[in-house]
């Protein structure tokens, strides 16, 4: 059974940097993307971008491109978004996900809160 | 991008009623090659993930109750939901996986009447 088990709550200020980790198990690591996707309180989902890590190629939407780079530890099985000159509207939870372009797997959620 | 709209916004129900959500993408997400929909479809509750219930826009994950369906193709899209039970009060999402980003739509929210 996969399980990915993201880190915990954070709070940053503006103009800051945020990086979320999320850990793989039960599964196979490389060959499936793993995606990020949030979603700021109250409102609907949003697709980030993702990494592959067998390849390590990644892919990112055009909103975040600069902003957002997606990483991944094979050894550790654990996949990284970090985001950069965090604003107020980047207030969300942030969930990795993983699947074959649709997601059957997902992490708990982590709440980024920008101050 | 491809733009995916859901239809209603909200839809107040009664439990045992029947319940139909549309989803429309700005393009189509079929892909002839293999005849494939590249369109799925979540149902999230509060403070919970999203959760997987169908893909290929009518593939039933495992687990999921057959009162569920998904239909359509090309750009026009309905998660059906037979005799609405009580659990079944959810915010309901498509996405689509044809092209990058990877695009949902804003999400139908079932309500109580």
């Known amino acids: 059974q996969v399980q990915l088990l993201q880190s915990g709550a954070d709070v940053k200020k503006s103009g800051s940097s945020v990086k979320v980790s999320c850990k793989v198990s039960g599964g196979t690591f490389g060959p499936y993307t793993i995606t990020w996707v949030r979603q700021a309180p109250g409102q609907g989902l949003e697709w980030m971008g993702g990494?592959?890590?067998?390849?390590?190629?990644?892919n990112y939407a055009q909103k975040f491109q600069g902003r957002v780079t997606v990483s991944a530890d094979k050894l550790t099985t654990t996949a990284y978004m970090e985001l950069s000159s965090l604003r107020s509207e980047d207030t969300a939870v942030y969930y990795c996900a993983t699947g074959s372009g649709y997601y059957n797997h997902w992490g708990q959620g982590t709440l980024v809160t920008v101050s | 991008d491809i733009v995916m709209t859901q239809s209603p916004d909200s839809l107040p129900v009664s439990l045992g009623e029947r319940v139909t959500i549309n989803c429309k993408s700005s393009?189509?997400?079929?892909?002839?090659?293999?005849?494939?929909?590249?369109l799925s479809w979540y149902q999230q509750k509060p403070g919970q993930p999203p959760k997987l219930l169908f893909y290929w826009a009518s593939t039933r994950e495992s687990g999921v109750p057959d009162r569920f369906s998904g239909s359509g193709s090309g750009t026009d899209f309905t998660l059906s939901i037979n005799s609405l039970q009580a659990e079944d009060v959810a915010i309901y999402y498509c996405q689509q996986y044809s092209t990058t980003p990877y695009s949902f739509g804003q999400g139908t929210k079932l309500e109580i009447k």
């Open positions: 393009q189509s997400v079929l892909n002839t090659s293999n005849n494939k929909n590249y």
């Open positions: 990494i592959t890590p067998m390849f390590g190629t990644t």
